[in-house]
Every structure is written in C-alpha cells, then in structure tokens.
C-alpha cells in the first residue's frame, strides 16, 4: 500500500461533505457531484478524462503554470507532462464533477506507449530528467554572450554586425533557456523553471502566450483542428493542406515555397507589438477553442504588461535614446529583429512539415470511432535530424520526436534516447523520419510547403489520411 494511501481516500466534495470510504456516503458524494458540459467549466477547473477538478487552493508541484488552462479540458496535456502518474495522483486534486459531453480521439497506455516509457525510463530514471550539468553549462553560456550583447546594445553605437550578433543570441536563449524552462524540464524546482523561462519575455515574446499556445500544440500536434501552430502563419503560408478549391487557398500560396522566409521574418515584429500580452489570450489557443479566463491569467497580466514594457524600452527605445534618430538604427533594429526571427521560425518550420508527415493524426478515429494512439500520433506528425553537435545550437529541438514524447525531459537526454526511440518505433511499424542533416530535413519541409502550396498531394488520395 501506498504512504499515507488512506489519507488520500479522504475526499471533499463541492458541497463541503467529507467522504471516508463507507459506500453508502461515498454513493451519496458522486451522487451530489455537478454535470457540466465542457463549455461550462469554471474558470478554476479543469476536466480530465470526463471529470472535473477544482484548482483552488490546489498547491501543484510542479508551480502555478497548471492554471493556465483553467477552463479546459486537459486530458492529453496531463497525460503528457506527466508520463510516470496513474489515477491514484489525482486523488490529491478537488474532485467537484462530472463532463457529460467528453469524448477522446487519443488512446493512451497503448502496447507502443508502454513499452517506449519502459525501455526509455531505463536510461534515464525517474527524478533524473531534468537538466544535467552539462544543459545548465550550455544554458548560462548563452545567456552570458546574451547579456553581453544586450550591454553593447544599450551602451554603445549599434551597427548592423551587432545587429545580426544580438539577434543570434536572443534566438539561442529562445532554443536553449526558455523552452526547456517552460516545459518545466530544466529542473524539478518550479522557481528556477519561472525564473528562466522569463527568457522568452527577454527576446520579446511573453512566457503566458507562450504555453498557452506551445503546450495546445503539443498536445494536439497537427490536429486539423486544434493544433494552433497549423494555422499560425495563414493567410501567408499554408501548413495545412487543404483540398483543392477550399476558401484559404488563392493563387500566390502556389509559389510559397519560395517567398515563406519573408513572412518568417516577420516573427519578431508580430511578438513584441502583438496586443494579446494586455489581455494574455493567445489568439491561437483561442481560436482552436481553449479559454483563458483563469485568475492565474489576470494576475499575470501585469508582470506580461511590464516585461514588455521593458523589452520595448531596452531594445527599441535605448538605440534612439544614446545616438538620436536616424534610420541607420531603425534598419539596425529591424536586422536584429529578422535575424531572431529567421534562426528561430526557419528551425520551428522544420519539426512537423515535411515530405510524408501526418498531417491529421485523428483523421481514423473520425472515421471510425475508435481512438488512435497518442505517442504514436507524436511520432508520425515530427521529425528528427542531426544528433548531439546540432543539440548543442537548438537545444535539442532537432529531437523533435523525442521531445513530443516526452516534452518535460530536459533535451539534455534526447542524444541518449533517440537510438532506443528509433528501435521500438521499426519494432511496432511505428513511421520514424530521421534526417541525418538538418539540409536534408529544409529540403523535405521546402518541397512539402510546395506540396501544401499547390494542392499536388491531393492527387494521390487524401493527404490527411496520414496514410501517403
């Protein structure tokens, strides 16, 4: 028996009754539990697999970013970040209901899943997935070189090579601070994952909108409905690939393998000046269906309102402040912009657009019914290139297949589970894509942009099928 196992039995209900185990009053507690549909859950709740709990006064482990999603359905996102938990973890939480409208497209404990944790928990065991010596090392070099160049920015006169050099650096913290951080893997300690993932709110972007709409990505990578990276750069570029004649295709995105470094560019400049920080709702989040109403949101505003604040004055207003107005240091600006955008947007492109991705990886639980795997979905929607040296510089988001698996293990790890990751993937006939180039992967994801573009996939069948 589990510590404390009967402590955990003991249970309040949303009318304050204490229920102890009798099945008489256990009956009458389920009995007085609310029914809710999902649009109806409170801004403080959160359903998981059809049942509902109340967040108040709930202290999670993990920090205060679980309210986040207050609001929501969060089923995969939990079975997600926390691949060692069974149904005994959440009888610490506030059970207050039931949702009568919950339905899954995602089968979890499937033979693949089972067998991939298991073989992968024997390389890095439970406790130990955090960042290691050699993450936090390579972590706080770059943000040495950052605050550096952040220093020389606001103190001397900028040129277009300190530019170029400030917006590599910002785009490293982006790839190899805050991501890990804020998937809370650099460290089992919540406050040094808050304290580095405000990294992002440092390059121009905000830690709220950030997961709110990376962790609905994760959880529903290229879902033709919910995925909210699917649909991020439209109407400029189409990931998704919509059948011929649909009201988002027009003539140009025939030719947007060629032009879609320029609206990548552009990343930068929608980030710092995107009016979402003042209300902290992700536009794509919200777009997909996911509510942000929590308190932890509107408590969060203001420390969003007031990091930006600084990032504008620090990066936009100093040049103008030391050396006066001229359009050599707007130019500046704009350069250090379009070089963060570029390293970080062209990187993120690859992951899950090239030649043979899944492109719906529920498209069979539509059509029949019957839940499709989880992990499995992860794998065939991602892909992987390079090994160790090209970690170093993305900070293991070359992993990708890896880190959709198991996005809270530091990518300090990936290097070391790939090659078991590969091998149970053939064994179960699992689709494994592995570049051993990063050119080889640009090349796949150009030629599927091209493919996206123009409607030519259509031609072989259904390209949701996940079946080309």
Request: proline share 4%; aromatic share 16%; with cysteine.
């Amino acid at each position: 028996m589990a510590p404390d196992a009967d402590k955990l039995r003991h249970r309040h209900n949303s009318t304050g009754a204490t229920v102890v185990g009798q099945s008489n009053e256990a009956t009458q507690a389920v009995q007085q539990e609310r029914l809710s549909t999902l649009d109806g859950l409170k801004p403080n709740e959160v359903a998981i697999d059809g049942i509902i709990y109340d967040l108040k006064g709930f202290v999670h482990p993990g920090g205060e970013s679980i309210h986040i999603f207050g609001g929501n359905d969060v089923t995969v996102s939990y079975k997600m970040i926390h691949p060692y938990h069974t149904s005994k973890h959440l009888e610490k939480m506030n059970r207050v209901g039931k949702v009568i409208d919950y339905t899954s497209e995602y089968e979890f404990d499937t033979p693949f899943e089972r067998e991939i944790k298991s073989e992968v928990f024997k390389i890095v065991r439970r406790g130990r997935e955090f960042g290691t010596l050699g993450w936090f090392s390579r972590a706080f070099f770059y943000i040495g070189i950052f605050a550096f160049m952040q220093y020389l920015w606001v103190t001397s006169p900028t040129t277009y090579t300190m530019a170029i050099m400030y917006g590599i650096t910002q785009a490293f913290i982006g790839l190899n601070v805050q991501h890990d951080a804020n998937h809370g893997a650099a460290s089992k300690n919540a406050w040094v994952n808050d304290l580095l993932g405000f990294g992002v709110d440092f390059i121009g972007s905000s830690k709220w909108l950030w997961m709110e709409q990376h962790w609905t990505h994760h959880s529903y990578t290229n879902h033709k409905h919910k995925d909210p990276d699917s649909f991020g750069a439209e109407p400029f570029i189409l990931f998704n690939d919509y059948e011929p004649g649909h009201e988002k295709r027009t003539f140009f995105h025939r030719f947007q393998a060629f032009y879609y470094v320029l609206p990548l560019a552009g990343y930068w400049l929608s980030s710092v000046f995107n009016p979402e920080v003042f209300d902290l709702r992700q536009g794509g989040a919200k777009n997909v269906g996911m509510k942000m109403d929590s308190d932890y949101i509107v408590n969060s505003r203001k420390y969003a309102i007031a990091t930006r604040i600084l990032y504008i004055f620090t990066n936009c207003a100093m040049p103008f402040i030391n050396q006066g107005f001229s359009w050599n240091i707007v130019g500046h600006i704009l350069i250090m912009g379009v070089t963060s955008s570029l390293m970080l947007a062209i990187l993120f492109a690859l992951s899950h657009n090239f030649e043979e991705a899944d492109r719906d990886p529920t498209y069979q639980a539509r059509k029949t019914g019957e839940p499709v795997c989880w992990f499995k979905a992860q794998v065939e929607t991602s892909s992987t290139y390079g090994g160790f040296i090209s970690g170093c510089f993305t900070g293991g988001l070359n992993f990708q297949v890896e880190h959709h698996l198991f996005p809270r293990m530091s990518s300090a790890w990936y290097p070391f589970i790939a090659p078991k990751v590969r091998e149970i993937c053939k064994k179960h006939g699992v689709k494994y894509a592995y570049y051993p180039w990063i050119h080889q992967n640009l090349i796949s994801t150009i030629k599927y942009l091209h493919q996206s573009g123009n409607g030519s996939n259509w031609l072989h069948g259904n390209p949701y099928t996940g079946e080309l």
